[in-house]
């Protein structure tokens, strides 16, 4: 079946930086958009990054652009996120999600904490 599995979230200072990781397997990943969001305690999901199956047309939520780079190594079936300038309100479950279609995400990791401290 398909997974996603999400590494490298942890605690890190206001100004640091951390690189997430979504490994994905049970599918043909080459093949699919990947996307990262994010879900702080009380907050809705929200979106943060995507790209799509080449590693082209990157998009980004505003409240990250310019400090997250999202990135993908088709070979090794994952997917990156480098966070940089970190602040405290980037601090929540970092979750990475796929979807070859439009539309709805098909599947979804269970997510990784990031913790910005002040």
């Known amino acids: 079946q398909v997974q996603l599995v999400e590494s490298g979230g942890g605690l890190v200072q206001a100004g640091g930086s951390l690189r997430l990781s979504c490994a994905a397997s049970g599918l043909t990943f080459s093949t699919y958009r990947m996307g990262w969001f994010r879900q702080a305690p009380g907050k809705e999901r929200e979106f943060v990054a995507t790209?799509?199956?080449?590693?082209?047309?990157?998009t980004y939520a505003d409240s990250v652009k310019g400090r997250f780079t999202i990135s993908r190594d088709n070979a090794k079936n994952t997917v990156y996120l480098q966070m940089n300038s970190l602040k405290p309100e980037d601090t929540a479950i970092y979750l990475c999600?796929?979807?070859?279609?439009?539309?709805?995400?098909?599947?979804w990791g269970q997510g990784t904490q990031v913790t910005v401290s002040s």
């Open positions: 999600a796929c979807r070859k279609l439009s539309g709805s995400w098909d599947y």
């Open positions: 790209i799509s199956w080449s590693g082209g047309s990157p």
